[in-house]
């Protein structure tokens, strides 16, 4: 399995670079499919989710197209994945995406796109991608088990030091991740997490931090 898991999308070359490499190809040769469906419960500006989508634009993809799994049926979302290089599922609500993945049915098929195509998490679509979402602060009503998609063995605290994400300060992640059994990475937005046939290095450009299970 080969994924990207960032803080803040495609923000910097070393980003671009990341995902060509996963794929084996340069990114004018390949499509990629956006699933925004974390956005749809988010009240207010979306500024931030149309500069995700711009700097998708401006990395170069042969085609950018948008698949939300909540408004669309599952064989019409299905096809438009796989005609797709690259799966990209964007920002928003963790509880509110993780919910919609799995009531859609792409929780149960993801691991047979992926086998083929690569996965780029941006903020909360990176968090679901974990064994748990307990670091997400969504405000939605979580499902009775806190279990994450399991596509990845680690949790991923988007955001460090970013002002607008208080609770992503390292004091505050510390205190989060005491007591849990799994590695955290928090990482600032020009960082990610790439993850190959199992070996796992962060990359990009900004600080993180890398906490052990049961860090305090």
């Not at 919910?99 to 049915?105: H, I, L, N």
Request: glycine share 12%.
């Amino acid at each position: 399995m080969r994924l990207l898991l960032t803080s803040a999308g495609l923000v910097n070359e070393g980003s671009c670079a990341a995902v060509a490499a996963l794929a084996r190809r340069p990114l004018p040769s390949l499509a990629l499919a956006v699933v925004p469906t974390a956005a749809n419960v988010v009240p207010g500006d979306k500024g931030w989710l149309i500069a995700d989508f711009v700097n998708f634009q401006r990395a170069g993809f042969a085609q950018v197209d948008v698949v939300d799994v909540s408004a669309l049926e599952p064989q019409v979302w299905r096809a438009r994945l796989e005609e797709a290089d690259v799966l990209a599922v964007t920002g928003g609500d963790t509880t509110h995406l993780l919910r919609q993945v799995r009531g859609s049915g792409l929780a149960g098929v993801l691991g047979e796109l992926l086998r083929e195509r690569v996965y780029v998490g941006v903020s909360a679509g990176s968090m679901v991608t974990g064994p748990h979402l307990r670091l997400s602060r969504s405000v939605q009503e979580r499902p009775e088990d806190s279990a994450g998609l399991g596509l990845v063995d680690f949790l991923v605290q988007p955001h460090l030091d970013s002002p607008w994400f208080p609770s992503a300060r390292e004091d505050v992640v510390r205190e989060a991740v005491a007591g849990l059994t799994h590695t955290t990475y928090a990482l600032a937005d020009g960082r990610a997490v790439l993850v190959e046939d199992g070996a796992v290095r962060v990359v990009g450009e900004g600080r993180y931090v890398v906490l052990p299970g049961g860090a305090g």
